[in-house]
């Protein structure tokens, strides 16, 4: 079974400060990672994604994340945080088999909040 | 580029009413799905569609319908409305192309029963 928990439903960080948002999944199957970011009444955008090539995966705005199998994490970084990047972020598993695309499990969302 | 549009954006129903979530991508996307989000859920997935004329059901779809009789149309069926179904709706495609899995998101659908 595949599953994704996000370890904080909110992180407060002050402009100009690193940021980590933690992710753990568990899958079945080799997994297919990703980070979705959500701007207030928006769709969801993709920021970054690991599909079983380098295990560090760099994204759009400067977010970068690392696959680590042994820990079964997905913890997205960023050196400096900017106001802009206040947003809801959304870590999901794809339990891809073989080339076939499979379902997305969508954890619950983290919200950063990026303080002046 | 329009990629993915839904209507409406806001639709307040009353408990019993019916109602369709339009959605449609100009991407000639194979992949659609419909989600709804509440708040500190995440993502639940409602149905989906792996091409034209083939549907199938999601995590959480009681209470919902779907069609899929174009590549570019994904309706979404609400019959007999309940409060339970107050939520956000998104709608969702991809090119099912390899291992990508990328997602291109509506901006959203809020539908509220009262």
């Known amino acids: 079974a595949q599953s994704v928990t996000q370890l904080d439903s909110h992180v407060s960080v002050s402009e100009g400060t690193p940021v980590l948002l933690r992710c753990n999944y568990s899958?079945?199957?080799?997994?297919?990672l990703f980070w979705y970011v959500q701007h207030p009444n928006k769709g969801l955008q993709l920021l970054l994604k690991?599909?079983?090539?380098?295990?560090l995966v760099k994204g759009i705005n400067g977010f970068e994340a690392e696959f680590k199998k042994s820990e079964t994490s997905f913890h997205l970084t960023k050196p400096s945080a900017h106001m802009s990047d206040a947003a809801e972020y959304f870590c999901?598993?794809?339990?891809?088999?073989?080339?076939?695309?499979?379902?997305?499990?969508f954890g619950r969302g983290t919200q950063l909040t990026v303080w002046p | 580029n329009a990629g993915v549009t839904q209507t409406p954006k806001f639709r307040i129903l009353k408990i019993g009413q019916s109602m369709t979530l339009q959605c449609a991508q100009d991407?000639?996307?194979?992949?659609m799905y419909w989600y709804r989000q509440d708040p500190g859920m995440g993502l639940k997935l409602i149905y989906y569609?792996?091409?034209?004329?083939?549907?199938d059901k999601g995590e959480v779809p009681n209470g919902y319908n779907v069609s899929r009789s174009t590549t570019e149309d994904f309706p979404l069926r609400l019959e007999l409305a309940a409060p339970s179904q107050t939520s956000v709706y998104f709608c969702?495609?991809?090119?099912?192309?390899?291992?990508?899995?990328?997602?291109?998101f509506g901006e959203g659908s809020r539908l509220t029963v009262l």
């Open positions: 969702a495609s991809t090119s099912g192309q390899g291992r990508t899995g990328e997602l291109f």
């Open positions: 999901v598993v794809s339990d891809r088999r073989g080339s076939t695309l499979g379902r997305l499990y």
């Open positions: 991407m000639n996307h194979n992949y």
């Open positions: 569609s792996v091409g034209a004329g083939i549907t």
């Open positions: 690991y599909t079983s090539a380098a295990t």
């Open positions: 899958s079945s199957y080799s997994p297919s």
